[in-house]
């Protein structure tokens, strides 16, 4: 069974930093690209970051770019999303997510974590 | 950067009714959308690749129709286990943009 397990989230202040991980387990987690999509309480969901199976490509929305990193430990089934330079606005659930891929690209992302609570609040 | 307009904001439909909600691509995007079902309190779950292709599980009264900028998602003879939010989602290329929702309330 496929199973993603986030952790990291919590509260923290403007300026300041946190990092979050997500356990992946019942599937070969090198074979698949991932991603981090958040979802600000009441709103819906936003695309933050897709990292390729092996690391080598990353892409991210305009609003994060320079302030967060996404990374992966193949070896340890495990992917990461250092965050710094946290905002107000970046308060959200953040849930991993595995990536579909197909003929180059990705289409869809499959399973998804239960999500973790980011709250950025002086 | 692509925006994903999604219409109704909510729409309110009986058991066994049909039901046909929109996204609007601000840029020709081909077939590269995806379809999502959340339910309150969970996480997200994939039901259409490619516009019309429907993921493994998911039932066939869901169907996905469209192309280049204007698809639809419709739910077939609607259960009362369809009631959440749908968003469309813009796939293959970056950014992955999502659209802003549609609630489906069941009567």
């Known amino acids: 069974e496929v199973q993603l397990v986030e952790s990291g989230g919590g509260l923290v202040q403007p300026g300041r930093s946190l990092k979050l991980s997500c356990a992946a387990s019942?599937?070969?987690?090198?074979?698949?690209?991932m991603a981090w999509v958040r979802q600000a309480p009441t709103k819906g969901l936003e695309w933050v970051a897709t990292?390729?199976?092996?690391?080598?490509?990353?892409y991210y929305r305009d609003s994060v770019k320079g302030r967060f990193t996404i990374s992966r430990d193949n070896a340890k089934s495990t992917l990461y999303l250092q965050m710094d330079s946290l905002r107000s606005e970046d308060t959200a659930t953040y849930y991993c997510?595995?990536?579909?891929?197909?003929?180059?690209?990705?289409?869809?992302?499959?399973?998804w974590g239960q999500g973790v609570m980011v709250t950025v609040s002086s | 950067n692509i925006v994903m307009t999604q219409s109704p904001k909510s729409m309110s439909i009986s058991v066994g009714d049909r039901v046909t909600m929109n996204c609007k691509a601000s840029?020709?995007?081909?077939?590269?959308i995806a379809w999502y079902q959340q339910k309150p309190g969970q996480s997200p779950k994939l039901l259409i690749y490619y516009a019309s292709n429907r993921y493994t599980g998911v039932p066939d009264r869901f169907t996905g129709g469209g192309y280049g900028t204007d698809f639809t998602l419709t739910i077939n003879s609607v259960q009362a286990e369809d009631a959440a939010f749908y968003y469309c989602?813009?796939?293959?290329?970056?950014?992955?943009?999502f659209g802003s929702g549609t609630k489906l309330e069941i009567k």
């Open positions: 840029q020709n995007v081909g077939n590269n």
């Open positions: 997510a595995r990536a579909v891929w197909d003929y180059g690209s990705y289409v869809g992302f499959d399973y």
């Open positions: 019942g599937f070969t987690f090198s074979n698949y690209g």
């Open positions: 990292i390729s199976y092996d690391g080598s490509s990353t």
């Open positions: 989602q813009r796939i293959y290329n970056s950014p992955f943009t």
